[in-house]
């Protein structure tokens, strides 16, 4: 089982930045790849960044050049932390930002709020 809870989420103005954090704890050393997710409202949920366990990462057009996925691993790898730096961002960045891991299963964090307005 792995367990993944985001942080980071609020309030920010049209071209500020965000960072969000997911701490991912439990079997861990299966994952192969992590991701976050965002669903805006009437929407359905849309990949925004991916890494693999080998470092490769990948972007959705919306967030090329602005967001930057990456992980940091613990030396004893029960813990690992997988963010997203957002900058430039914009009211339609607007949506709940969720965590993913894969590892022949899927995983879900709860959601964290990510709200871009002036």
């Known amino acids: 089982q792995v367990q993944l809870v985001e942080s980071g989420g609020g309030l920010v103005q049209p071209g500020g930045s965000l960072r969000l954090s997911c701490a991912a704890s439990?079997?861990?050393?299966?994952?192969?790849?992590w991701g976050w997710y965002r669903q805006a409202p009437g929407k359905q949920r849309e990949l925004v960044a991916s890494i693999t366990s080998g470092g490769m990462t990948s972007y959705a057009d919306s967030g090329k050049g602005r967001f930057t996925i990456s992980t940091t691993i613990f030396r004893d790898r029960a813990k690992t932390t997988v963010s997203l730096q957002m900058n430039s961002l914009k009211p339609e960045d607007t949506a709940v930002y969720y965590c993913?891991?894969?590892?022949?299963?899927?995983?879900w964090g709860q959601g964290t709020q990510v709200t871009v307005s002036s």
């Open positions: 439990g079997r861990i050393f299966r994952i192969n790849a």
């Open positions: 993913n891991a894969i590892d022949g299963n899927t995983y």
